[in-house]
């Protein structure tokens, strides 16, 4: 599994991005795939996870209700009415099972994040 996140850029609040993750070997379809971030001086944090069917998504609090994730070929972060807390670099990540949650150690595989800037 080698992930790649793209899709993060400068945008004013209320404004949707969508982030998109990829498998450049194309071999985590049977894996679940999660979303986290990382805001500046603050622990990396969980956003929101996909099992390897595209169903039983779960995601943190924070986001519930403005974000969405789904995939397909590739996995996404579909971020709508953002605010200026989503401000942080977003990575994607891999779990060796078909289903995971919101713990960072049920992730093996990592991409490079890609940085989402909102501002108000």
């Known amino acids: 599994v080698q992930l790649q996140a793209s899709g993060g850029g400068l945008v004013q609040a209320g404004s949707s991005l969508r982030l998109s993750c990829t498998d450049s070997?194309?071999?985590?379809?049977?894996?679940?795939v999660g979303w986290f971030r990382q805001a500046p001086g603050k622990e990396r944090e969980f956003v929101a996870t996909?099992?390897?069917?595209?169903r039983d998504p779960i995601y943190a609090d924070s986001v519930k209700g403005r974000f969405a994730i789904s995939r397909d070929n590739a996995v996404y972060l579909q971020m709508n009415n953002l605010k200026p807390e989503d401000t942080a670099v977003y990575y994607c990540a891999a779990a060796r099972k078909a289903l995971a949650g919101r713990d960072r150690a049920d992730y093996a595989y990592w991409g490079q994040g890609t940085l989402v800037t909102v501002s108000s």
């Open positions: 070997r194309r071999t985590f379809s049977n894996n679940a």
């Open positions: 996909i099992g390897w069917r595209g």
